[in-house]
Every structure is written in structure tokens, then in C-alpha cells.
Antibody, heavy 123, light 107 residues
Framework: QMQLQQSGPGLVRPSETLSLTCTVSSGSITKNNYYWGWIRQPPGKGLEWIGNIYYSGSTYSNPSLKSRVTISVDTSKNQFSLSLTSVAAADTAVYYC???????????????WGQGTLVTVSS | DMQMTQSPSTLSAAVGDRVSITCRASQNIRSWLAWYQQKPGKAPKLLIYEASSLQSGVPSRFSGSGSGTEFTLTISSLQPDDFATYYCQQYNTYSGTFGQGTKVEIK
């Protein structure tokens, strides 16, 4: 069964950049039928999709975050990463990485999830 | 922009009850809909995909139905382990828009 392990700091200062990494084990990040995604959840609120990446580097991002989001992949390390610039208190959330099954050649549903990382934006 | 609206926001039910949660899409998404269960402090768990396909290992008391713009998640006989928050998610577009969630509470 695929496993995803997240890493990264739990505290980021306002206006700085949030960076998280997700390492995929028990499976290759270059699997043909998977995208890799990021989702976040502010405390006490619902889920918000951030973006997805294919191992080739093709990405899709939430339009509301697109100008601040970079998602990248490192196939040599079986990892993918999230970078969110110019963070503010509203970016405080639990961030999840997930595998994204492909349907019709496009990202579809999230089947395996990382453990989640609470990132607090505060000085 | 695609919008996903769930109802109700909160549902109170007893063990053994049949419960249903509705998810409405602002545009036709055919059958490209998934349902997730989330418990406090845990990552969401995939229950249903393609509107009605049960994910491997998910109990058969969970079922999904619908197409187009209206979808339903049904739990045929609510078990203690089912008290949680449920989310729908569309994947008709290249985005992964979620509904706002439905919390199933103990009555």
C-alpha cells in the first residue's frame, strides 16, 4: 500500500515562504496513472484543494492560490514539494499531500494521504 | 467557478439509522464525484469514487448515487465508527473542488 510521509516546518513567519515535502514510499512517483496533490484545511474548516503535479512536471493549481503556489517533483528522491509565498495568517492550516488517481488522463480523486502538517503563520 | 454545496451541514442520528447526505454541483459533472470520511485529527479517507463505486475495504453499508448535478451518500445502518465529517469532491474539471462538509453527530 502506498505511503506518503510529509516533512517541513510547522511555523512560518508572515510574508515568508511555506515549504513542505512529501516522500512517496511503497510505490514510484513515476507511476503512469497517478498525479500528486496538495490539500489544506484551516482549523475547524473544510478542505481546500491547492494543486496537483504529474511526474513529468505538468501542474494544475487552484486559481485563488495560483500566483503564490509552486508545486515541484523530484523523481530521483521520489518526492514532490509545495511552496507557498507571501504567507499570511489566513494560510494557517493543516496541509496534506495525497496521491491522485488519474481518470481520462486527468487528475481525479485522492486515494492515499499523508499524515498532515499543521503550519502556523505567526511572528 | 465550480461550486459544490452539501446539505445538511450537520446531521444528528442514532446508531442503526439510515442517513443520507446530498451534494449539489453548480455545473454538470456527469459521474465524476468522490466522497470522503474524515475523523478529528486524521486525514480524509476515500469512500466512493465515480459517484457510486465503493473503494476497496470500505463497508458495504456506504453507497453513493446520482449524476449530473445532484449526488447522495447513504449509510444504510449507522455504526459508532461512522460518526465523522463527510466531504464530496468533483473531478470533472482539472480542479479538485470540495463541498463544505457534513458533520454526522450522535443523536
Amino acid at each position: 500500500q502506498m505511503q506518503l510521509q510529509q516533512s517541513g516546518p510547522g511555523l512560518v513567519r508572515p510574508s515568508e515562504t511555506l515549504s513542505l515535502t512529501c516522500t512517496v514510499s511503497s510505490g514510484s512517483i513515476t507511476k503512469n496513472n497517478y498525479y500528486w496533490g496538495w490539500i489544506r484545511q484551516p482549523p475547524g474548516k473544510g478542505l481546500e484543494w491547492i494543486g496537483n503535479i504529474y511526474y513529468s512536471g505538468s501542474t494544475y493549481s487552484n486559481p485563488s492560490l495560483k500566483s503564490r503556489v509552486t508545486i515541484s517533483v523530484d523523481t530521483s528522491k521520489n518526492q514532490f514539494s509545495l511552496s507557498l509565498t507571501s504567507v499570511a495568517a489566513a494560510d494557517t492550516a493543516v496541509y496534506y499531500c495525497a496521491s491522485v488517481t488519474m481518470i481520462r488522463g486527468a487528475p481525479a480523486f485522492f486515494d492515499y494521504w499523508g499524515q498532515g502538517t499543521l503550519v502556523t503563520v505567526s511572528s | 467557478d465550480m461550486q459544490m454545496t452539501q446539505s445538511p451541514s450537520t446531521l444528528s442520528a442514532a446508531v442503526g439509522d439510515r442517513v443520507s447526505i446530498t451534494c449539489r454541483a453548480s455545473q454538470n459533472i456527469r459521474s465524476w464525484l468522490a466522497w470522503y470520511q474524515q475523523k478529528p485529527g486524521k486525514a480524509p479517507k476515500l469512500l466512493i469514487y465515480e459517484a457510486s463505486s465503493l473503494q476497496s475495504g470500505v463497508p458495504s453499508r456506504f453507497s453513493g448515487s446520482g449524476s449530473g448535478t445532484e449526488f447522495t451518500l447513504t449509510i444504510s445502518s449507522l455504526q459508532p465508527d461512522d460518526f465523522a465529517t463527510y466531504y464530496c469532491q468533483q473531478y470533472n474539471t482539472y480542479s479538485g473542488t470540495f463541498g463544505q462538509g457534513t458533520k454526522v453527530e450522535i443523536k
